[in-house]
Antibody, heavy 124, light 106 residues
Framework: QINLKESGPTLVKPTQTLTLTCDLS??????????VGWIRQPPGEAPEWLAL???????RYSPSLKTRLTITKDTSKNQVVLTMTNLGPVDTATYYC????????????????WGQGARVTVSS | ETVLAQSPGTLSLSPGERATLYCRAS???????LAWYQQKPGQAPRLLIY???TRATGVPDRFSGSGSGADFTLTISRLEPEDFAVYYC???????FGGGTKVEIK
């Protein structure tokens, strides 16, 4: 059974760096065609893709946030980590990690399994 | 960058009725690379449709997707109580989802 679970701080101060970890089970990050992405959703708004890492370690970032994001994976631990720098109040959102088993297609492919989400508030 | 406009913003219908949701792209979507998601309050989005018309695993056949180019449609043939939710479209080449359509009980 495929499962994804996000973890990280719930409260971050402005200008700080956010590090979120996604623990994966039920699939291998090294399987061709697999990608794990991070998506955020501010309260009451639509989701927004942040970043994707492919099975072969290729990466994609949202152009508007590219300078602030880093996505990495540790296949041996079955984890994907997202780092976002210089946080501000507009970054307050629920952050999801999600799996695409269709990562052959497009820079931001369909996501067929999602974690429960991690709520992050940016406030001093 | 492609912008997705969803309409209507809210759809008020009764169980058993047919729901038709629209997603229009600001430019043609390559190879029908378009997905639809359902989201219920407090839950993560759920993939319903990909490649414009292919149902994801486990999705009931009352959900269907169609369209090509810049115009896409999600149809729910007969609304069940569990279908009242927000629906988003997303095209694979853009990090942005559409603004969503809320299907609410009339």
């Amino acid at each position: 059974q495929i499962n994804l679970k996000e973890s990280g701080p719930t409260l971050v101060k402005p200008t700080q760096t956010l590090t979120l970890t996604c623990d994966l089970s039920g699939f291998s990050l090294s399987t061709p065609g697999v990608g794990v992405g991070w998506i955020r959703q501010p309260p009451g708004e639509a989701p927004e893709w942040l970043a994707l890492i492919y099975w072969d370690d290729d990466k994609r970032y949202s152009p508007s946030l590219k300078t602030r994001l880093t996505i990495t994976k540790d296949t041996s631990k079955n984890q994907v980590v997202l780092t976002m720098t210089n946080l501000g109040p507009v970054d307050t959102a629920t952050y999801y990690c999600a799996l695409s088993q269709l990562a052959w297609f497009g820079e931001f492919p369909p996501l067929d399994h999602w974690g429960q989400g991690a709520r992050v508030t940016v406030s001093s | 960058e492609t912008v997705l406009a969803q309409s209507p913003g809210t759809l008020s219908l009764s169980p058993g009725e047919r729901a038709t949701l629209y997603c229009r792209a600001s430019q043609s979507v390559r190879s029908s690379y378009l997905a639809w998601y359902q989201q219920k309050p407090g839950q993560a989005p759920r993939l319903l449709i990909y490649a414009a018309s292919t149902r994801a695993t486990g999705v009931p056949d009352r959900f269907s997707g169609s369209g090509s180019g810049a115009d896409f449609t999600l149809t729910i043939s007969r609304l069940e109580p569990e279908d009242f939710a927000v629906y988003y479209c997303q095209q694979y080449g853009s990090p942005f989802f559409g603004g969503g359509t809320k299907v609410e009980i009339k």
